[in-house]
């Protein structure tokens, strides 16, 4: 009668290096930190230089992350994907992040449509979620104006937001109501219509 052997030590060891294997794959797929993008926001602003009243449109985008993660790297790209912004991003304590404003530049318009938003992960893993671009409000061609010959700043909307900064970047305070007597020692004026996504920036 022919005798039937069992396993070779070989195929013995060869199923548990396979066995310990699955079991490091399983361990690592179960340690793997949840990654997920909540709370995402995106407006759409229109900057105006004063007093050439040239405009800009920009993208502001933020979002949570659900990682212990400070740092992610980002790319936003537009709906026909022939512009693209690469970008380092820090979150806060609890996971908040904020991009910078995204633009095209001076007098440019942003694409409208679906921009792409990619959260690239360190392990490799990324997170994608579009954001919808659609036309910002008009600019209310007389909310703000400055008058540089007298250098008087009118501002005719009262829940508008004003500050203003010398050469140093100290913050300076504007006295009277509208008109605004803009003072020699004024090198930078920012005017805020939050509400109706508006900016206005001036150099005096």
């Known amino acids: 009668m022919p005798i039937q052997s069992g396993p070779t030590l070989q195929h013995k060891k060869t199923r548990l290096a396979i066995a310990l294997l699955l079991l490091f794959l399983l361990l690592s797929a179960c340690s793997r930190e949840e990654l997920r993008l909540l709370n995402v926001s995106s407006k759409v602003h229109t900057l105006v230089d004063l007093p050439s009243k040239e405009e800009t449109m920009t993208l502001s985008i933020s979002f949570t992350l659900s990682s212990e993660t400070k740092m992610v790297q980002m790319q936003v790209s537009s709906p026909s994907g022939e512009r693209r912004w690469v970008m380092q991003v820090d979150g806060d304590e609890q996971g908040f992040y904020q991009l910078p404003p995204l633009a095209l530049g001076k007098g440019l318009a942003l694409e409208q449509g679906s921009y792409t938003m990619d959260v690239l992960y360190k392990d490799g893993r990324t997170l994608s979620e579009g954001v919808t671009v659609s036309a910002p409000r008009a600019v209310v061609g007389d909310a703000v104006s400055y008058d540089e010959e007298t250098r008087l700043l009118s501002v005719r909307s ?47």
């Open 158 to 204: 009262p829940l508008a937001s004003i500050e203003a900064y010398d050469a140093q970047g100290k913050s300076l305070t504007l006295e009277g109501e509208s008109p605004v007597a803009i003072g020699e020692d004024v090198k930078l004026v920012l005017i805020g219509l939050a509400e109706e996504g508006l900016f206005y920036r001036l150099k005096p």
